[in-house]
């Protein structure tokens, strides 16, 4: 009886999907609901710490003075920071005895001295925290005080959803002791939107710069969207669609898990049948990683003692930000073998970022960088396999023409 209950539930809630996709359809053309101008801006997170700090520079073009830091401030609850003549704004601003550098990096002034620093410490794209990162950046701070003792010190953490720095960077007693003493605050991206509703922006071009900005904040950071919010709206107030949603969504993980199992079918059927020079060299197709976790890994990696391979990852869980390219573990290779890799994908290379995981990599784009549900419905017709296996192909001819 459950189990009618389930599927009269999903008949519904197809149905409302279908009515919303073809209500989003006949406005599109006349609002433009998919688009957004942050989709083809710098949005990494130096470039979000850009736009971030333009926003709270009262000198900046946004032409709105103030605004911005001083409802930013009062968002803060920091009234004794609000007495200030000028605000210097930089971002990557260098430590005075490390290598490392503030994200973003605040300095009031009164009469030409400084009466309180902030440093601005940005994880919306999820980086991940680094060895004493936060008591570094805080024992920067500190050092201000050697030339004012009676300067604010402060420090702010930007992680997409809220949590704390990790214990790596800085102790978790240190920390709590520092937002007891209103010396530090998490400021997720939750807190970044209720700051830019509260703030009285008077330029009309500017309002709609900042809508635009919520919305890619709420989309592409949260994961969130004007239609996911009204559809679940009216799952909630249908008690067929809500039990429908509630079992799928228990059972999630295993939903995924076997897509990819039929996806890595089709990519090795796809490998046997095109690549069997590759196969007999020892080349092998892999999966690794946790879907909920960063970094899942699709691709086709060389024998093992060659540490390198061709594949997509994805830089954030449930299938967000892919990228594809050429891995090499260059701590890992001969000087000459990764020299001679370089030569070979050389082409590619130039117009691909590196790291010293990554021989070259660049982001996917379209429905192949965030994996939704456009994606997943191309799983059982093959048609995903076919897109993963022809962005890969021409570096996998490049690899062939590796010699052993």
Known sequence: MENIKIYEGLRKLKRQI??????????????????????FMETDETGLSRILAFLLDSNEAH??????????????????FLAYEKISVTTEKPLKNSARRHDIF???????????????????????????????????????????????CYILYLPAQESHPTEESMKKADWLELQINQ????FSVRDMLRWLEQTPIVAPSIQNFINQFKQFLSEEIMGLSSNSNELITKI???????????????????LYEQLLQI?????????????????????????????????????????????????????????????????????????DKYQALQ???????SHSKQTKWWLGWTWLEGELCTWQTDAW????????????????????EIARTIED
């Open 18 to 39: 279908e009515a919303m996709r073809l209500e989003k359809a006949k406005t599109e053309l006349y609002d433009a609901n998919r688009f957004n101008p942050f989709r």
């Open 63 to 80: 032409g709105q003075r103030d605004l911005f830091v001083r409802s930013f401030l009062q968002y803060l609850q920091l009234p004794e």
């Open 106 to 152: 605040l300095e009031a002034f009164i009469g030409g001295r400084p009466v309180w620093v902030m440093s601005i410490e940005n994880k919306l794209r999820g980086a991940s925290d680094q060895l004493h990162q936060m008591k570094d950046y805080w024992a920067d701070l500190q050092s201000y005080k050697a030339e004012n003792p009676d300067i604010y």
């Open 183 to 186: 010396q530090a605050k998490i």
């Open 236 to 254: 909630i107030s249908d008690p067929d669609m809500l039990l429908a949603a509630t079992t799928i969504s228990g059972n999630t993980e295993e």
């Open 263 to 335: 996806l890595d079918k089709q990519l090795q059927d796809k490998w046997e049948k095109e690549c069997a020079d590759l196969i007999a060299k020892g080349w092998k197709y892999d999966r690794e990683g946790n879907f909920s976790n960063r970094y899942l890994y699709i691709g086709f990696n060389a024998p093992e003692s060659e540490h390198f391979g061709i594949g997509i990852e994805f830089n954030h869980n449930w299938f967000q930000d892919a990228y594809y390219g050429v891995w090499a573990h260059k701590e890992n290779i001969d000087i």
């Open 343 to 349: 030569e070979k994908f050389a082409d590619f290379i």
């Open 377 to 396: 419905l191309q799983v059982p017709t093959g048609q995903l396999a076919d897109q993963i296996f022809d962005k890969l192909k021409p570096l996998m």
